[in-house]
């Protein structure tokens, strides 16, 4: 059974920072592209962060485009997401996903997280 474990999330402040981590289980880690997401309330799913297998190419969405940076660890099954200059719009829950295919969109992800809560406090 595949589970994709989110934690750091929080409350903060606007201007903080934050690092998200998932943890994976129950697939081989290092054949699949993983990916961060988030959902505010009342707004659609929204694409943050990707990375490939091997850990060597990555796609960001605007949103967070030069505030965000995603990693990996194969070798413990965890992918990261580091979060600066936090604002209030970025309050969403982030969820990960990991899918076969190195993409941007949610379609390609085939197993997800339950999320964790980041609100950023103005």
């Known amino acids: 059974q595949v589970q994709l474990v989110e934690s750091g999330g929080g409350l903060v402040q606007a201007g903080g920072s934050l690092r998200l981590s998932c943890a994976a289980s129950?697939?081989?880690?290092?054949?699949?592209?993983m990916g961060w997401f988030r959902q505010a309330p009342w707004k659609e799913r929204e694409f943050v962060a990707a990375?490939?297998?091997?850990?060597?190419?990555?796609y960001y969405g605007d949103s967070m485009k030069g505030r965000n940076t995603i990693s990996r660890d194969n070798a413990k099954n965890t992918v990261y997401l580091q979060m600066n200059s936090l604002k209030p719009e970025d309050t969403a829950v982030y969820y990960c996903?990991?899918?076969?295919?190195?993409?941007?969109?949610?379609?390609?992800?085939?197993?997800w997280g339950q999320g964790t809560q980041v609100t950023v406090s103005s």
């Open positions: 129950g697939l081989t880690f290092s054949l699949y592209a």
């Open positions: 990375i490939n297998r091997s850990g060597d190419r990555r």
């Open positions: 996903a990991g899918g076969v295919r190195f993409d941007i969109a949610t379609r390609e992800y085939n197993y």
